[in-house]
Antibody, heavy 121, light 107 residues
Framework: QITLKESGPTLVKPTQTLTLTCIFS??????????VGWIRQPPGKALEWLAL???????RYSPSLKTRLTITKDTSKNQVVLTMTNMDPVDTATYYC?????????????WGQGTLVTVSS | DIQMTQSPSSLSASVGDRVSITCRAS??????LNWYQQKPGRAPKVLIY???SLQRGVPTRFSGSGSGTDFTLTISSLQPEDSASYYC?????????FGQGTKLEIK
């Protein structure tokens, strides 16, 4: 059974760096074709794809946020970490991590519950 | 980036109706198209992957079609529990962009 869960601060101040952790179980990020991605959703708005890390440590980022994002994995701890620098109120959103397969060509078939991050002074 | 455009942005239909939502990609994505359902306060759930493959456990009233740039999600007989937002997403090339969503309301 695959599960994922996001954790991190619920409130960050503008200009601060956000660090989110995705802890997963039921699969290994060392298995060929597997990836973990991050997707966010501002309140009442659409889903936005942020980043994806593959089993072979290949990393992909949203071009519009690339300079602010870093995604890393710790295979031994079954964790993926996303950092986003220089947070702004427009980054207020629910952040999800999700499992992906087929080297990205498949869907996000398992999702965490999401964590709401509010950016405010 | 590949842009994904859904239509309509919202619709209202009755129980038992046949409903279709369309998604258009800004360039060909073959059949690398996924559909998600999201209910308020919940994470999205994949319904269709590869444009037309039904995810395990999803009711057969959901179906997907299309290839290239034009895709359709169809609900053959709308049920009350289908009230939700629906998103398409391309998994052809990164960034794996989502459509803007379609909010489906049951009359």
């Amino acid at each position: 059974q695959i599960t994922l869960k996001e954790s991190g601060p619920t409130l960050v101040k503008p200009t601060q760096t956000l660090t989110l952790t995705c802890i997963f179980s039921g699969f290994s990020l060392s298995t060929s074709g597997v990836g973990v991605g991050w997707i966010r959703q501002p309140p009442g708005k659409a889903l936005e794809w942020l980043a994806l890390i593959y089993w072979d440590d290949d990393k992909r980022y949203s071009p519009s946020l690339k300079t602010r994002l870093t995604i890393t994995k710790d295979t031994s701890k079954n964790q993926v970490v996303l950092t986003m620098t220089n947070m702004d109120p427009v980054d207020t959103a629910t952040y999800y991590c999700a499992h992906n397969y087929d080297s990205g060509g498949g869907p996000f078939d398992y999702w965490g519950q999401g964590t709401l991050v509010t950016v405010s002074s | 980036d590949i842009q994904m455009t859904q239509s309509p942005s919202s619709l209202s239909a009755s129980v038992g109706d046949r409903v279709s939502i369309t998604c258009r990609a800004s360039q060909s994505i073959s059949t690398y198209l996924n559909w998600y359902q999201q209910k308020p306060g919940r994470a999205p759930k994949v319904l269709i992957y590869g444009a037309s493959s039904l995810q395990r456990g999803v009711p057969t009233r959901f179906s997907g079609s299309g290839s290239g740039t034009d895709f359709t999600l169809t609900i053959s007989s709308l049920q009350p529990e289908d009230s939700a937002s629906y998103y398409c997403q391309q998994s052809y090339s990164t960034p794996y962009t989502f459509g803007q969503g379609t909010k489906l309301e049951i009359k």
